[in-house]
């Protein structure tokens, strides 16, 4: 059985807050059979990762439902579950305004970016939100699952490592993102 997932952060999930509820029995777009055939099933720091934490992120990459996801380690610290999803309409706003201010998370936020020659890319962006203000004991967990959970997690454009609220602006996620599209 898969643990209950940690609490949301304040303000719940509600669709008028620029979130949803948490899905149930995500559909496999291949991520669960991907994860069996990596080898280990845990971090370095014994944390597993729940078939529908790698199941959401390839559903929302293979049908742009969801603009974000995050995820957190559950509350005995075994397993990186879903925590929080924002619809296809929710905005960048609401998704930072859902990180909370004292613990860790895992996001992926689908960027849509238009390019100089007005070409319109979508872009997954990985977050991994690490406030000053959370517990030392919750860092570590985090920062020893980090390339564990990126491991599942194919196709990712950019890697954002923040701590502050203010690092992470609309402005600077689009000249990320733009970076990325140019350099290639």
């Known amino acids: 059985?898969?643990?209950?997932?940690?609490p949301a952060p304040a303000g719940g999930g509600g669709s008028n807050d620029g979130?949803?509820?948490?899905p149930s029995n995500i559909p496999?777009?291949?991520?669960?059979?991907?994860?069996?055939?990596?080898?280990?099933?845990t971090s370095m720091s014994g944390?597993?990762?729940?078939?529908?934490?790698?199941?959401?992120?390839?559903?929302?990459?293979?049908?742009?439902?969801?603009?974000?996801?995050?995820?957190?380690?559950?509350?005995?610290?075994?397993?990186?579950?879903i925590v929080d999803?924002?619809?296809?309409?929710?905005?960048y706003q609401e998704f930072v305004?859902?990180?909370?201010?004292?613990?860790?998370?895992?996001?992926?936020?689908?960027?849509?970016?238009?390019n100089s020659e007005g070409r319109i890319f979508d872009k997954l962006v990985f977050f991994s939100w690490s406030p000053d203000t959370a517990r030392i004991k919750a860092k570590m967990m985090?920062?020893?699952?980090?390339?564990?959970?990126?491991?599942h997690m194919e196709g990712l454009a950019v890697e954002l490592q923040v701590s502050d609220k203010d690092e992470i602006s609309e402005a600077d996620i689009h000249e990320h993102v733009l970076s990325v599209l140019t350099r290639k």
């Open 1 to 6: 059985a898969t643990p209950a997932p940690p």
């Open 19 to 22: 979130g949803s509820s948490i």
């Open 28 to 41: 496999s777009v291949g991520g669960a059979l991907r994860k069996k055939a990596q080898g280990p099933q």
């Open 47 to 81: 944390i597993a990762v729940s078939d529908d934490a790698i199941n959401l992120f390839y559903y929302m990459k293979a049908k742009s439902t969801y603009r974000w996801a995050m995820w957190g380690v559950n509350s005995n610290g075994s397993e990186i579950v």
């Open 85 to 91: 999803v924002g619809a296809k309409d929710s905005t």
């Open 97 to 114: 305004d859902k990180l909370p201010d004292n613990d860790c998370r895992f996001a992926v936020y689908d960027y849509q970016v238009t």
């Open 142 to 151: 985090y920062a020893s699952s980090k390339d564990f959970l990126k491991s």
